[in-house]
C-alpha cells in the first residue's frame, strides 16, 4: 500500500460532489435547520481547507468546537512553559503549534529569542533522545493534547523509566473531549452558561475514539438528546459524518454512530487507555482559556511519579489569568456566535498577534477563517 | 595540504593564499579572477541588472545538490527571473574551522558546473574561517550581476494574464525536511534544485513573459501573493493543475504542510498574455513535463489569491506567515 491510498479516495471530487447532492437531497426534509459541532479542530481545518461549506445547504450549519489543544490552553500555563523554558539547564521541548502561543511574558518563541533552549518533536519519544545527549540538562516536555496524544506520553514516561533516565520531566497539560463537550450543553456555572446553546447534534473526531472508543459519546444521544457520529478527517469522512446526522434527523434516530470504521470500535485502544490510567489521574479542575474551568477535564501525573512532573519540581505561579475583555471566544465555542461577529476579528486579533484562543492555532475557528476565508463574501 | 580547514587558511597569509590558489583557482581560473587585484574591473553591460543572495542551507549535500550548486543556481535564477543573462558573479565563503577539505572540493565542482549551465563567471570572492562554533559548516554569499534581455517584471501583470508553474512544487522544501528530520522513504526525494537560464533562454527567444519569479521560501503561495498584493489584482488558480510529487505529498500529509509553502529552487511562476500560453507551455513541458497552466488572472478579489477545488470550491490561499521549516536555503 502506499501512503496515498490513506488519503486519495477520501479527497474524490466525484465522491464529494455525489455526497453534497445527498446532504442536499436530505436536508430538504429538514424541519428546521441544525447546528453541528465539529468538536475537534482538525474538522475545523478539513471544513475550512477543502471549503465544505460551499457545499452544503443553508439549513446546515456548523459550530465549530473547542477541541484544539494548543487554542484552550489557558496564559498562565503557557506562563509555565515560558518560566520553566528560560531556566538555566533547562531545554523545553512541545509540539509544533504550540511555540507560536503568547502567553502574558511572550510565546516560548519568544524565549527562545531571549536565549532559552525550545524544540519542537514530532513524536515525544523523541525527548529519550534528546535527555540522554543532554545529562548536564533538564530536559523537559510540555505535553500536550486529546486522548490522542496522552498515551505517546505515558509511553514516554515508561520508557524514561525503564531506562533509568533521570533528566526527564513532563508538564501534563492533557485534556479530555467528553467533558468540555458536556460542559458546552450542560453548564450553569459562572464561566460557561450553555442555557442558549444552539447544538443540535456533534461531530465526534475519529482519531480519538481510536483511543477512546466510540462508547465515551454515548450519554449525549441519550441523556442530551444530541446524536453523536464519529468521523475522519479527510473531506469525504466529513461530508459522510453529516449525511450520516441528517439520515438520524430525518428518521428519528438519536444515537452515536461511527463513520470511521476503518479504525474506530466501541471499546478502543484498551491497552491505551491501560496506559493512561497507569501513569495519569484526573485533575478536579482544569481550566480551558475560553471556557473557564471544567471538572475533570484534564490529566495530571500520579502522585507517585512525583519526581518526573514538572509541575511539582518546580515552584509556579497559580494565579489565574482572565481572557481579554474584548475576545468573544467563549461564545463562539458555544455556537452563539461566528468569528467574523467579533469585533476585534482580523484587526487586533490575527494570527501573528492572537488575543483569544480560536485565533491562536491554525485549527482554531477565527484562525481557519482568518485563513481560508471560508464564504468568502462573509470575510469580504 | 591539511585535511580540514584551519583559521590560519582564513588569516590573509601564506595558508590562505594556498587555499586560494590550489582549491578555489583551479576550480574558477579566468581572467577576471587571475587578476586577483582588490577590485577586478567588468566589461560594459547593457541594461545590468544586479542580485545578491546568501546560503545557509542544512544539510549542506542533500539529495539533487549541494551548497554550492544551490548558491549558483540560486543567485543566477533571481536574475533570469528578471530577463537577464547571468555574466559576473561574486563569491564569499564563512567556513567553520575544521570543515573537510574534501567536502569543500566537492562544493567547488558544483559551483564550477553550475557556473557553466549559466556561462557566467566568478570574477571576485572573498574566504573567511571562523572558530569552530562560529558557524554551521559553511555559509556561502554570493552577487551577481546580469544583461537584461527582455523587460520581464511584475509591472507588466494585468488581467487576464495566464499563470503558468515551470514543473511540480515544494520538492526542495519536502527533501530538505525528510532529510534534517530523517524520515526514511520508500522512493527519496530529489530537490528541483536547478539553474534555470537555459529554459528562459528558449522562453526569451520565442515570447516575452510578462512577469516570472522562482518560488524558493513560502513557496507558491508567497509568489502568487506578492504578485497580487504589488498589482492590486486576483491571482486565481486550480488546485488541481498544481502537480505535486507522490512522495512529496507524503512528506505534507505526515508533516501538516501544504505544497504551496515549501520551497522550491528551480520551480517558477510565470505570468504570460493569454496569446503566449500555448507557447509558454510547450517550451517549459520541454524541460519539465510536470509544467502546466494553473490559472489566471481577474479581479475578483483584489490583493488576493484565490484556489479552486476540484469539486467547486474555493477559498483564500494565504502568504505564509511565522515559522514553516528552521533554514532551508
Redesign the interface.
Known sequence: M???D??ERFRD?KA??AL?KEIEREAAKLSKPINIMEVCGGHTHTI?????L??LPKNIRFIHGPGCPVCIMPKERIDHAYILAMQEDVILCTL?DM??VPGSKGSL?DARSRGADVRFV?SPLDMLRIARENLDKKVIFFAIGFETTTPMTAALLQKAIEEGIENLLLHINHVTVPEVMRELIDSRDEHIDSYNNQIDAFLGPSHVSVIAGSKIYEEFPTRYGRPVVVAGFE?VDVMEGVLMLVRQFNEGRCEVEVQYKRSVTREGNTRAQEMIDRYFVKRELFKWRGLGNIPKSAWRLRDEFSAYDAEKVYALPKEEIEDHKLCICGDILRGMAKPTECQVFGTACT??KPLGSCMVSSEGACAAYY????L?KE?? | MNKTITLAMGNGGVENAELIQKVIYRHLANDFLAKAEDATPLRFVNEPCFTTDSFTVTPLFFNGGDIGKLAVAGVCNDLAMMGAKPKFLSLSFIIEEGFGLREFEKIMRSIKKELAINGAKVVTGDTKVVPKGGCDGIYINMSAIGERIACVSQTNIEEGSVLLLSGDMARHGASIFAAR?GIEL?NEIESDCKSLWPVIDELLQELTPKAMRDATRGGVAAVLNEWAAATQLCMEIEE?FCNVD?SV??IC????FEPFMLANEGTFVIAVHPDDAQKALQILRRHNAQASIIGKVSTT?PR?V?LH????????L?MP???ILPRIC
Do not use: C, H
Open positions: 502506499e501512503l496515498r490513506l488519503y471530487p464529494l460532489r453534497a475550512m481547507k477543502y471549503g465544505l460551499q457545499l509544533g511555540i507560536k518563541q514530532y473531506p494570527p501573528t485563513k481560508y476565508g471560508n468568502l470575510v469580504e | 528530520e520508500a488541481r507522490a505529498q507524503g500529509e505526515i508533516l501538516g478579489y488576493r484565490v477545488s476540484a469539486w467547486g470550491t474555493r477559498r483564500f494565504d506567515s511565522g515559522e
